[in-house]
């Protein structure tokens, strides 16, 4: 691997859903015609690009693996402006990799969001909610009210909302998509 772009960033992505989702990743990984070793050389050199001391800020390190985004639109959330950046994820053509960044850059959270325009699922039970299926969004939206929890590791996200019938239940995200019910 002498480049890093979007499919060594899918590899990324994939290398921290495998610890929920081993069958999908597999499976995902074979469509990228990539190793297990491809997998894990992508993420530690996206981990050494993380980390280096010379590292440019996040915004800047996704524009120069990922490109130009797809799409970008100002966005409020409560009382805050941000940048609102979108790049397509071949893996999953429904969805897009979200990046919020305040003014100035700092990013503010980085995940898996639907698409514009593009039909999510019908979330009414608790089969609806299968891996890989539906964002955190999407999630929250059809069983508020919800409580976002602390997850397991800095790309991940929890929610715990009652499904129907009164079974309290905490989803499990990794990157903004569903891993599985705890």
């Known amino acids: 691997m002498n480049t890093f772009g979007p499919r060594e960033f899918q590899l990324v992505l994939l290398r921290r859903m495998a610890d929920h989702q081993p069958g999908l990743v597999e499976r995902a990984r074979h469509e990228l015609g990539a190793s297990v070793a491809d997998m894990r050389e992508a993420n530690r050199r996206w981990q050494a690009m993380v980390r280096s001391p010379r590292a440019r800020g996040s915004l800047a390190r996704y524009r120069s693996v990922l490109g130009e985004p797809e799409s970008t639109a100002r966005r409020r959330i409560g009382d805050l402006e941000c940048d609102a950046l979108l790049w ?72 715990a909302f009652t499904l129907p019938g ?14 599985r019910l705890m």
């Open 88 to 159: 397509p994820v071949p893996l999953w053509p429904d969805l897009r990799f979200e990046v919020l960044a305040a003014p100035g850059g700092a990013v503010w959270n980085e995940w898996l969001v639907r698409a514009p325009g593009a039909a999510g699922p019908e979330l009414r039970t608790e089969e609806d909610l299968r891996p890989w299926s539906c964002t955190v969004d999407e999630v929250a939206k059809s069983f508020a009210p919800v409580r976002p929890m602390e997850g397991t590791a800095p790309t991940r996200w929890r929610l």
């Open 166 to 179: 009164g079974r309290p239940c905490v989803a499990e995200f990794t990157w903004g998509l569903l891993q």
